[in-house]
């Protein structure tokens, strides 16, 4: 015996599937499915659900990292630059104690305009897509107006 019950909001009833609990009361079944705009799947042994596994993660980042950890005025070098290749910004973060313009250099050409801080903090996050790019050989620098003591960290891949 089906445990269909009927639903009839504009009149003409229609069936939803339920299975029927002790007590009399109904709770609907629904048959789970994936799929992109327009398209259906529904999942079977032979279909299961898609899930990002844990396992198919890299055991280690893709980025290298080096921390932001000076207070001199100038231009300070976050990643040195290396023959034929650039350097690609992906994530930094900083928090800057006292009062200076801060800029991004590829070598000594200014990324930017300079940006004015007094203690305060820039974060720019990972998106897929580089922040800054260094032109091959040359350095990744940070142009600090000021002493002022700047920590954090940038996040990279040079190639």
């Given at each position: 015996?089906?445990?269909?019950?009927?639903?009839?909001?504009?009149?003409?009833?229609?069936?939803?599937?339920?299975?029927e609990l002790p007590g009399?009361?109904?709770?609907?079944?629904?048959?789970?499915?994936?799929?992109?705009?327009?398209?259906?799947?529904?999942?079977?042994?032979?279909?299961?659900?898609?899930?990002?596994?844990?396992?198919?993660?890299?055991?280690?980042?893709?980025?290298?990292s080096v921390p932001i950890?000076?207070?001199?005025?100038?231009?300070?070098?976050?990643?040195?630059?290396?023959?034929?290749?650039?350097?690609?910004?992906?994530?930094?973060?900083?928090?800057?104690?006292?009062?200076?313009?801060?800029?991004?250099?590829?070598?000594?050409?200014?990324?930017?305009?300079?940006?004015?801080?007094?203690?305060?903090?820039?974060?720019?996050?990972?998106?897929?897509?580089?922040?800054?790019?260094?032109s091959p050989g040359n350095?990744?620098?940070?142009?600090?107006?000021?002493?002022?003591?700047?920590?954090?960290?940038?996040?990279?891949?040079?190639?």
């Amino acid at each position: 015996m089906a445990d269909d019950i009927l639903i009839a909001p504009l009149g003409d009833p229609y069936p939803v599937v339920t299975d029927e609990l002790p007590g009399g009361r109904h709770v609907q079944v629904l048959k789970n499915a994936f799929g992109p705009d327009g398209a259906l799947s529904f999942v079977e042994p032979s279909n299961p659900l898609p899930v990002l596994s844990l396992q198919n993660l890299p055991a280690a980042s893709r980025l290298s990292s080096v921390p932001i950890n000076f207070a001199a005025a100038g231009d300070n070098q976050l990643v040195a630059g290396v023959a034929a290749q650039t350097v690609r910004l992906f994530r930094f973060w900083f928090f800057i104690t006292g009062q200076a313009s801060v800029k991004f250099r590829d070598g000594l050409t200014d990324f930017h305009p300079a940006i004015p801080f007094t203690d305060g903090s820039w974060v720019m996050d990972f998106d897929g897509e580089p922040w800054f790019v260094t032109s091959p050989g040359n350095p990744l620098n940070l142009n600090v107006s000021s002493a002022a003591q700047i920590s954090g960290r940038c996040y990279f891949i040079r190639g």
